[in-house]
T-cell receptor, first 114, second 117 residues
Framework: ETGVTQSPTHLIKTRGQQVTLRCSSQ?????VSWYQQALGQGPQFIFQ???????GRGNFPPRFSGLQFPNYSSELNVNALELDDSALYLC?????????????FGPGTRLTVL | AQTVTQSQPEMSVQEAETVTLSCTYD???????LFWYKQPPSRQMILVIR??????QNATENRFSVNFQKAAKSFSLKISDSQLGDAAMYFC??????????????FGKGTSLLVTP
């Protein structure tokens, strides 16, 4: 059983650019959540996808958007990058929506916006 | 919105000793889940232990156990026989059992645990 993987590991962008981050869920998992972790802080919930539909969203502007594909891999897209978007972006997958399921995290993508 | 507070930014423990990390949370819900995650320098968030609010019995996973006090809204993590590999950031997290929450995890700011030989 493979775990959650994310790509790329590190990324450097300039202000105003757009970025796409990718996540492959753990085998058999159909729910994926994305989190932003600023330096020295706990992760903040961005949004969650369940069977290709957005299932919940945190307090992030619309320029943060996502997709989940039929194979349950996922993308996080951020438009018009700002300096404050510099952070570690984590995705987490879980087997299904029932609330007893634990979320399993990937290693994250470190985004630096200059 | 639920808030999670970890009042200890840093803790230190000697190898083989016991340490307790504190966590309090604020909620008006009666059904929810609490978690402790460990984040080593490799950055990957690893689940340490999980507690369902409707269970009175404290969860235990090998050297890790929790003291869950629902009325006090307190959820502390005890690490026994500390090992060098336990050194990491530890995050306490809350998740509602309500469907309309999207099952988002609400994290505290973390406690950095240092283990000394």
């Amino acid at each position: 059983e493979t775990g959650v993987t994310q790509s790329p590991t590190h990324l450097i962008k300039t202000r105003g650019q757009q970025v796409t981050l990718r996540c492959s869920s753990q085998s058999g998992h159909n729910t994926v959540s994305w989190y932003q972790q600023a330096l020295g802080q706990g992760p903040q919930f961005i949004f969650q996808y369940y069977r290709e539909e957005e299932n919940g969203r945190g307090n992030f502007p619309p320029r943060f958007s996502g997709l989940q594909f039929p194979n349950y891999s996922s993308e996080l897209n951020v438009n018009a990058l700002e300096l404050d978007d510099s952070a570690l972006y984590l995705c987490a997958s879980s087997p299904d929506l029932p609330s007893t399921d634990t979320q399993y995290f990937g290693p994250g993508t470190r985004l630096t916006v200059l | 919105a639920q808030t999670v507070t970890q009042s200890q930014p840093e803790m230190s423990v000697q190898e083989a000793e016991t340490v307790t990390l504190s966590c309090t949370y604020d909620t008006s819900e009666s059904d929810y889940y609490l978690f402790w995650y460990k984040q080593p320098p490799s950055r990957q968030m690893i689940l340490v232990i999980r507690q369902e609010a409707y269970k009175q019995q404290n969860a235990t996973e090998n050297r890790f156990s929790v003291n869950f006090q629902k009325a006090a809204k307190s959820f502390s993590l005890k690490i026994s026989d500390s090992q060098l590999g336990d050194a990491a950031m530890y995050f306490c997290a809350y998740r509602s059992a309500m469907l309309d929450s999207g099952y988002a995890l609400n994290f505290g700011k973390g406690t950095s645990l240092l283990v000394t030989p």
